[in-house]
């Protein structure tokens, strides 16, 4: 029953059980973000990727109608929510392909890279002397005061430092200050101080930012975060002894206002926008924080220090810095080092004295996050001549090894977390995460994550299904099926050509899953921009693929990557696979061994300075590059001898 015009209507959603008043106009997106509701929304809300559909339980909606919805949708009440809005009162309900699954979130690596995982070793760190965190606790027996011995409160911890442990050029806050004269005599002048130690090497400068009465020494705990445009991880530190005591990880609560970047920023340019960003990003590390406290059975307080490593849009955005210009040739960061601050001022459920240390980026597009990669991968001081890729909806290369580094970025848009493909999901449970065919009754076989029945594709399976249908010629070398084949699972869907993956009554989506033609355009466009970034940047260094002694995947993707399917697609270039190690999520890695050593903190600083960051917009052959890896593998077959002698492409002929 629709409600008079300007008449408050209220939207009910399922299954959250939440209800929100609109105004008119309102749409149910905004609804939904306004209630705290998370509705996927790859494209921000501007109607084009179709993954907010909504499904109408009670009332009426106008508009929310597009070409991506079925008739079988439509008569099915499927809606668009970003189009659509409340004639009246309503009850929507959000289907699971549309919320955020938790399942599938991981910092791991497949299985079958296990053995390759690189890990750093804490020991390496103590056997190099290196082991000592940036925020470490004293503990101090002062002497009392007496009538020969009045000196200051402030003088008398200084000066017993010195005497303890040779620790000098101390800087006492005024919040310290204020608590001294009580806490020294709490437990009769036995105390444990927090010293935060300076970046720069020299002596002094460090600061006093804690004092405790009695004993703590034992229990020094740290954090670290990687700030992903979709994921967001965390891990709780004992900065005693370096161990990992809990992990936890969720989406990027910004995640509703579209799954890239530019999205992000271009709503942070409206008037509440930034500070929105700002609350959502932080918003998800306080919960990840609760949630790895209590795991760890971890006192709040005990925190002394986080570490953060983000791409650096998602650094500006947890500060609160205007990234207009990120956006915008020539791609201008406010900035790229990061002062520590204090984890409260950015809006962290941290106590006063913890101090926030942010990874500094090299440009607008690589960022702390890769940065961290750098050092946890043990690439900046590695002899061997080293490709490190983190694939996301980014993908940020680097090449170089302990004498020089150079860097890039190039967007691989969505395609590799589902986004603009036709039944593209997130790496979450019921996703098509790895496929073969048989060739002869060209039936699948889905393998699908947690064995759940198949909802979607998303990135790795995507990779699987093309390489796939490309040995087995069912595509050819332009992405298009062939016409002459003679299976059900091969028909003209509505839009183009397509392949059934899983029947609507064998899966969990309740329709279809299939991929179509236009999913495998979108898929060849992503992997080209990734094999013409690597390609580009190799070349511009005077290096050939051959040149490579060592080759570092990270990132989601990059951690369940089908190496061989890669570079059967021409996504990765042919390399010898016993070159590959894996490090899972590189920032993290980084992160921690910046937590955990203020000596590896400070060879950020130089790293930084080492790494020559390269525009690909701005270098000539990446779009001649760009344009030659449109094809699977590629337009030059010499380029994957072995991709071309395993799927006989010659007979396929030239595109
Ligand atoms: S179509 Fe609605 S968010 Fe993209």
Redesign the pocket.
Known sequence: MSSAEGAPRRIAFLPDEVTVEVTTGETV?QAARKAGIH??????????????RIIVREGELRGGI?A?LSETDLAGGIR????ATAAGDCVIIIPAESGRSRGGLTTGIAERHRAKLHEYDIEELRRAGIFQPPLEKLFLELPRPSPVDNMADAKRVVQALWNQYRERGMTIPLPVLRKLRRVLREDDFRVTVTLARPVKKKTGGNYLVNIQAGNWTRRNFGLVFDIGTTTIYGQLLDLNNGRILAGAGDYNGQIGF?EDVINRIIFAETPTGLAKMAELATGTINALINDLLHRAAVDRDEITSITIAGNTTMTHLALALEPHSIRRAPYVPVSTFFPPIRAGDIGLDLPLHCVALLFPAVSSYVGGDIVAGVMGSGLYRAEALTLYVDIGTNAEIVIGNREWLVCAACSAGPAFEGGGITHGMRAAEGAISDFDINPDSLEPMNLTIGNMPAVGICGSGLLTIVAALLENGIIDRSGKFRRDLDSTRLSEGRSGYEYLLARREENGAGHDIVITEVDIENFIRAKAAIYAGIKTLVEEVGLRIGDLEQIILAGAFGSFIDLDAAMAVGLMPEIDTDKVRYVGNGALMGSRMSELSNHIRRDVVEVVGRMTSFELSEVNSFKDQYIAALFLPHTDLSLFPAAAARADLQEKGPP
Do not use: P
């Open positions: 997106l509705i996927n929304a790859s494209c921000g809300g501007s109607g084009v990727c179709g993954k907010c597009s991506k668009q929510a970003c189009t579209g």
